[in-house]
């Protein structure tokens, strides 16, 4: 293929328009709050859905009002009230943006200590971006280069319309619309999402990406993502979410479907920093997530995910190692600082034979925050010769925070070889002290630390993640040693 | 009429036929009042995932048994650890037989819940400790409401008790299916060593359902051996509660050799209350057929400076099924605690399961905490070395096996009772092996 190069990206910013600015400006076309049949039905009609979506989705809200909202994780908050929150709000204007002086100043003060711009973002060679903005996808760019490999990257609501065929095949597969009570919701009201089909054989040339984020007050965004990739192809898929500031809190609820055919891969990556509420625990987002892969003979999905944002986090990417010879693997870092909430983890389903899975976890807490990590191994019993390694290790900072490990393992195969490990430790005064002789203070010091101890999963993020990733560590630890 | 409703109506007779002036009267009522609400635990509760009481709660209980159920000290001999001498409390159908007992008042108290209960000297003890660690879930209180009989241990500070105690509930099976429901009270004073061994044991093929309850003090510098054989027969399930209160310096350790019954729960539960206490739970699991054992452990580190270390190791054949539940939990104040939980798991059949979940849940930075556990087969390599070497394959599997389980072995510090553990793991395994280990 033609390689999309910096002169390329450079014509298209000088004819194209500023399209996605931050908030504010962008009149939106909001739905009033609440939620009943009509609203779902008005989504739809919205979208221009084809019949049998209507239905679905209709199915999935009646299953919903039957469900309890589950309590078992880690976790208390205030239940948001589900009939006080708009189900669509869409901008009806597209932004202008002249200036990047239009944006919230701290939100870009983050960026800068990310060292990353919106600007550079985009300039960075072989990532395509799709900015969901409130609920509804503004800009895709790169789609042609795609388009030649026969690659599908769009919006979901776009792919319903005109690959109805396959979403119709896959949507609901991998999550059912009753599977658990977020997932029945977002089946029911989402807005918007991506979809990605890789055809048979094709290697994705780039990294596909989307970035998130919520804007308007009120609104909870319910993304709903699918990612096929065909016999033999391989993908990697980047997520990544920022969100400005908030006092109320906003719900997210999304669900990510990933199906990997034979012989093929799936690389998710997720850098998640949506508003984790204010030092003293004051707004922040809720992140109820259903993320969930299936993977075909020989096939193999990888998540990888640095989780630091949101109040409460509730999110459990897993794997269905359907096929033989399938692969899954998780890794993971979740770094909770004040007031903020995980119970995160992943579940590996041994189905097939020969199938592996590796599971590596990394929590770190500070402040007066939770976080758990609560995982699932199962061996099924046809499955032989099924391999699985976990590993979890937990950071404490500070005797205000706590660290919970729920592991749980079900074998029923007398072949099957499971491992898990899990330690807790915390940052050793003479590590400080070390640094510090060395003239690096105590702030820093820490940064590197922590950053040694997700070295093994910083690493497995995308070159474009892992820079972000990092400094991204650093802010979120920002103030937690006193 | 279910089980529950049947206990229900029988405690208003119980309460009747006990006199009133009972010192824990209110704590009976309370604790029915929690078992009526509460009931018997289903699998929707999560300390109940994996294992489920349906099967064993359909069998006609009955629960005040008929008085003379004597049975004689040559069917029931090989039950004791014979070869040493022992202090024996033991039961029959729930009933105190003072034939096979051995009991002592000298340098310690080794005598009866029912006496401790009605005798004024006692008042002070059962006052003051008398269900103070038990907690009140559903099964635990059940026990506490037609608490009266069981074995009560108080050994008085600096006392070093000289030989071992042995608890052995026998059910005869004169009755279809029975209920039994022991209750053991164990104060250790301050510097103070004792032994325990218990066991439950049944002599027939009725049904057999025990909840017991044990409440362990140690007390200052206190050291608790508690060794647990369950080797009973598949009619019998036992549902066990063992509650220890720690104090500064103190150890307590509980061993359980799990060989035998239907339906085995374990829930132990350790509270450390003072500084540099150390906590032991090791466990030997070996089953068979549809055999069904579920250890449910907590050790709750409540002041800094302890430590407590879980081992935990399970063979499983046929269909049955091993569940391991272990939690730590450090408090915030519990600062420089070093906890270690290990399990280790040999599944031989397809048709076996294990369900484990390791737990940790950590409020303080400054600790040590690690848990490991690992589901595995018997090393291929190590089998093809001693078949090499001429050792039978079933001697080769039993070696390997062994020296699997010895490290929890190798924690009992009665030689007589290592050597019968020894045997019972050559029979479960089927094999004759002419050493000790």
Redesign the interface.
Known sequence: MSKYTEDDLKKELETKEYEYGFYTDIESDTFPVGLNEDIVRAISLKKEEPQWMTDWRIEAFRAWQQMEEPE?ANVTYDKPDFQNISYYSAPNNKAKYDSIDDVDPELLETFNKLGISLDEQKKLAGVAVDIVMDSVSVATTFKDTLAKKGIIFCSISEAIREHSDLVKKYLGSVVPQKDNFYAALNSAVFSDGSFCYIPKGVRCPMELSTYFRINQAGTGQFERTLVIADEGSYVSYLEGCTAPSRDENQLHAAVVELIALDDSEIKYSTVQNWFPGNKEGKGGVFNFVTKRGICEKNAKISWTQVETGSAVTWKYPSCVLKGDNSIGEFYSIAVTNNFQQADTGTKMIHLGKNTRSTIISKGISAGKSQNSYRGLVK?N?RADNARNFSQCD?L???????????????????????????????IGEDQIFYCNQRGIDTEKAIALIVNGFSKEVLNKLPMEFAVEAQKLLEISLEGSVG | MSLKDKLLSSYIAFEDYLEDDSPIHDLRSDAIKTFENQGFPTKKE?AWKYTSLNSILKEDYSLFPKKDNDIQLKDVKRYFLHEIDTYKIVFVDGIYNSFLSETTHDKADVCLLSSALSKDKYKPIVETYFNKVAKNNSLTSLNTAFAKEGAYISIPKHVELDKPIEIINFATGNETAILLQPRNLVVVGENAQVQIIERHQSLSDNAVLTNSVTEIFAEKRAHVDFYKIQNDRSSASLIDHTYANQERDSIVKVHTFSFGGKLTRNNLNFYQNGEHCDSVLNGITILEKKQHVDHNTLVHHISPNCESHQDYKGIFDDSSTGVFNGKVYVE??A?KIDAFQKNN?I???????????????????????????????LDEDAMFYMRSRGIGQKEARALLMYAFANNVLEGVKIPELKRRVNKLIAQKIGVNLGFDL
Do not use: R
């Open positions: 078992w061996i019993s937990s404490l900072m500070g005797n205000s925070c706590g660290a919970h490990t729920f592991p749980y393992i079900e074998a029923h195969n007398k072949t099957a070889q499971v491992e898990h490990e899990a330690t807790t430790s915390k | 999560e915030k104040e600062q798991n599944l031989i059949s397809d048709k076996a399961t294990i369900n484990a979940k390791p737990q940790l849940e950590i409020f303080a930075d400054d600790v040590k905490c690690s848990h490991g556990c690992t589901i595995g087969q």
